[in-house]
């Protein structure tokens, strides 16, 4: 039952394009976050109205270390959610105040998610927010890969790289299924790159450009 239950979870995924897996999920909108030339942090600011939600997405390598700082309405918060992940997050603002700092395990696209507590979300309540956002050092593990790129998607969870390859620029546009292994079509219409995935038992197992398919322009 549960590589059944795995199959079909990456294909919902695949369906949607890359987007998270599960309703609530899929709702939720993101925005990437990109470093100027040569820089290592940035700042992003915005406003959380009511029940609303946001995912600031940032690419970062293993060994990397992360640090996210908040200021501005007492009720805002944030969560740190790592690759591969919808709901279980490595910080939870709420109860572990505005600022996170961590040496990250895994390579991949972390999202920030910005909220507000229920009492203040049922109110309506407007929340402006700003986020510093820095991604320092190389620890053991390799930089994060850059926009267009397939570096380091062969290996990961299946779900993590869908998010992974969304996150660099990339748009699901086939995919199909022989005996055990699946399959991902991916045009990043930047750098005009068709690539497909291999996958199977949650893990991609090859990731490489195949230059041409009907559905890649």
């Known amino acids: ?36 030339r040569g820089a290592t942090s940035t700042t992003v600011a915005g406003a959380i109205v009511g029940d609303r939600t946001r995912d600031y997405v940032v690419r970062a390598g293993a060994g990397q270390t992360l640090r996210v700082t908040k200021s501005g309405a007492a009720i805002v918060y944030f969560n740190v959610l790592p690759p591969g992940s919808n709901d279980e997050a490595i ?6 105040g505005d600022s996170f700092a961590g040496t990250l395990s895994q390579s991949g696209a972390y999202k920030i998610r910005v909220y507000q ?4 979300a049922r109110r309506g309540e407007t929340g402006n927010f700003r986020l510093n956002i820095a991604v320092t050092g190389g620890g053991g ?12 998607i ?14 660099r620029g990339f748009t699901n546009v086939d995919s199909l299924e022989s005996g055990s292994s699946q399959y991902g079509i991916f045009y990043n219409r930047s750098t005009h790159l068709c690539a497909q995935l291999t996958m199977a038992d949650g893990k991609v197992l090859d990731a490489r450009d195949i230059h041409t398919h009907p559905k890649c322009r």
């Open 154 to 167: 062969a290996g990961m969870n299946s779900i993590a790289a869908i998010d992974e390859m969304s996150s």
């Open 141 to 152: 593990g390799r930089a994060a890969a850059p926009s267009g790129s397939l570096r380091g």
């Open 1 to 36: 039952m549960p590589d059944v239950a795995n199959k079909l979870l990456f294909a919902a995924a695949l369906a949607i394009a890359g987007s998270l897996a599960g309703t609530a999920s899929a709702q939720i909108p993101s925005i990437n976050v990109n470093f100027a």
């Open 117 to 120: 507590m229920r009492a203040s």
């Open 91 to 96: 910080f939870v603002g709420s109860t572990e």
